[in-house]
């Protein structure tokens, strides 16, 4: 089956079989290799990609429901500059091993762009669905804490 979707901001389109996961769509038939596969169940949250500014574990999401919709991975959210989220999860040393960061960087993108004041417990409740085995979650939390003052605009709260 034919599928066209915006990935990135641009228009894409596939030919995939009905069954085929967003994930691998991504990956293997646009060549966008930021989006990672680990547990392919929904549990760890490494496949996390943003559709229609939410985030979504593309390992559940069959290629074919991304007919229409706007697709963002982590590729996507930064040009030639790191965003202040990436900033900080490299002065955090929020990456360690780099393998969840994908699904970290857009789980927090996704909770900032909705709650850009989200406190320390709230950033916690939203990433325990992600899965990090280097970094024991700390220096990430810090690093989307730090992040917050990027997507706040003044004046508002």
Not at 56 to 82: F, K, N, Y
Not at 99 to 123: K, N, Q, V
Request: proline share 4%; net charge negative.
């Amino acid at each position: 089956m034919k599928i066209e979707f915006s990935l990135n901001g641009k228009p894409v389109s596939a030919d995939v079989e009905p069954r085929t996961t967003l994930a691998d769509c991504i990956r293997d038939d646009l060549g966008q290799t930021g989006t990672h596969l680990a547990c392919e169940h929904g549990v760890c949250g490494a496949c996390t990609v943003l559709v229609n500014d939410e985030a979504v574990r593309s390992c559940l999401m069959l290629a074919g429901q991304a007919q229409g919709e706007r697709v963002v991975t982590v590729e996507g959210l930064s040009g030639d500059e790191l965003t202040p989220l990436q900033t900080a999860f490299r002065k955090h040393h929020g990456l360690q091993c780099g393998f969840c960061t994908p699904g970290f960087i857009t789980t927090a993108h996704a909770l900032l762009s909705h709650e850009p004041y989200a406190d320390e417990e709230r950033i916690r409740e939203v990433l325990s669905g992600n899965l990090c085995r280097c970094s024991g979650y700390v220096p990430i939390v810090e690093a989307v804490l730090e992040a917050r003052s990027s997507y706040q605009v003044p004046g508002s709260k």
